[in-house]
């Protein structure tokens, strides 16, 4: 869906959980197939999560050097960004981490930057949107490629990536923060989502269609 092409040349999103894991293993499966040019890989330390994020920095470190993929670190002050400029922590974030994406791509010589968004990300952004009044275009929730953003595991569920991860034996970063229910979409996650499956267990599809 995200027509990567063996001309092409990709820059991962790497945070060191289990979906950017998984994407990182699953492009370097297809470089070595020789079905694209090149992997590189990016990893933000957003300044949130203290020791915790610097634990998720090492592992970047460790997995890239293991698997041979080029990898750009950096540390940024989101919380002092958000402050600055009025925003919420999660839209400061997110500035911060694809304006870093997009230094980092330039600086490898990569035309494509890779995201983990997975179907049941895009099924909380179906609903996101849907709580927040968007109109039909809202709706469409994430696209496989935008620009030169892709993301290739768009109709993979999160229980795909996880087996994918067990299979082979590959460990990975769990962001406890992700378990908190400050943000909308954490809320989404952990209450919404689990009530919407008890009615339709195939609401993730659903939504996504």
């Known amino acids: ?120 990300d895009q099924a909380e952004t179906v609903l996101l949107h849907l709580l927040r009044g968007c109109g039909t275009g809202g709706l469409g929730g994430m696209k496989p490629r935008s620009g030169n953003l892709v993301r290739p595991f768009l109709e993979t569920q999160k229980d795909a990536i996880l087996a994918y991860l067990t299979q082979r034996g590959e460990t990975y970063c769990v962001d406890e923060t992700n378990a908190q229910n400050t943000a909308a979409r954490n809320r989404i996650r952990n209450e919404l989502m689990p009530a919407l499956r008890a009615i339709n267990p195939s609401v993730t599809q659903a939504l996504c269609k």
């Open 1 to 120: 869906a995200c027509a990567i092409t063996a001309s092409d040349s990709v820059l991962v999103a790497l945070s060191g959980g289990a979906d950017s894991t998984a994407l990182l293993l699953s492009l370097l499966e297809l470089k070595n197939e020789g079905r694209i040019g090149g992997l590189f890989a990016a990893h933000l330390n957003h300044g949130i999560r203290g020791e915790s994020a610097l634990h998720d920095e090492r592992f970047c470190e460790a997995l890239c050097a293991r698997l041979g993929v080029p990898l750009q670190t950096e540390t940024c002050d989101a919380p002092a960004y958000a402050k600055s400029t009025g925003k919420t922590l999660e839209q400061a974030a997110r500035e911060l981490r694809y304006a870093f994406l997009e230094r980092a791509r330039a600086s490898f010589g990569a035309n494509l930057i890779a995201t983990a968004h997975h179907a049941d």
